[in-house]
């Protein structure tokens, strides 16, 4: 089923990513860490993760973040459209209803979350989450990106893990610029320098189907994960 919204922000987050707020015409009901796709016609339909939290609904609304740069029109033609429905002021940017199982499991367990690019948008959801719901276990963060500008919510999550003992954010960049303090190279090279063992943890990622693959492979052989605690939409496809 498909649901009309109105589009009431699209705003600049940085480098060529932007924040797509949704107001629907009907209640949504979502776990965090699900998706919804836009209908861009009858047999385009384009995924993006939902940002927003299921706990933390301001009216209703939806959070999207999506990744537009000039050679990537699968995304670039979603945030014209949003632009122009929200210009428009009609309830015409049309989504479909929540989907994905890679949503975040009630666990005691400690979590591992993991995100390349914009698939920050599907660990924000859960940290989100986990905040509101006073969740104490163990949280560690990784956003790798291509450059520091990229992590565009670098600022708040380091707020949030001097503010809550219980998260850790492991901030990475393929390419350092000026005084930057974070890891520098590849996201999941970083996660597997900094644990010898994976195996007692809940792990979420978000990115591309490579690099899901490669994760899968790595912890599950390298650093003892058993598959039933790996999550991943990419799983599905792969």
């Not at 498909?2 to 705003?11: D, H, N, Y």
Request: net charge negative; aromatic share 10%; proline share 4%.
């Amino acid at each position: 089923m498909s649901i009309l919204c109105e589009v009431t922000a699209v705003e600049s987050l940085a480098c060529h990513t932007y924040r797509i707020v949704l107001k629907p015409q009907q209640a949504v009901s979502y776990h965090p860490g699900q998706y919804v796709m836009a209908v861009m016609g009858e047999k385009d339909k384009r995924p993006f993760s939902l940002a927003s939290s299921p706990c933390r609904q301001d009216g209703g609304e939806l959070e999207l973040h999506v990744g537009a740069a000039d050679e990537n029109p699968f995304a670039l033609e979603v945030v014209e459209k949003a632009k122009a429905v929200l210009e428009s002021g009609e309830a015409s940017f049309e989504i479909t209803e929540p989907a994905g199982d890679a949503w975040l499991r009630e666990s005691e367990r400690p979590l591992l979350l993991i995100a390349g690019g914009t698939g920050f948008s599907y660990v924000r959801s859960m940290v989100d989450h986990c905040i509101n719901q006073g969740i104490q276990s163990p949280i560690f963060i990784y956003w790798g990106a291509r450059n520091p500008c990229q992590l565009y919510a670098h600022d708040e999550l380091q707020a949030l893990s001097e503010s809550h003992r219980n998260i850790t954010f492991m901030p990475v960049v393929e390419q350092a610029e000026g005084e930057w303090r974070g890891k520098v190279g590849n996201v999941l090279e970083a996660v597997m320098e900094d644990f010898v063992s994976l195996g007692a943890y809940d792990i979420y990622i978000a990115g591309r189907f490579e690099m899901a693959g490669v994760a899968r492979d790595m912890f599950c052989k390298e650093r003892g994960v058993s598959r039933d605690h790996l999550y991943s939409d990419a799983f599905a496809f792969i």
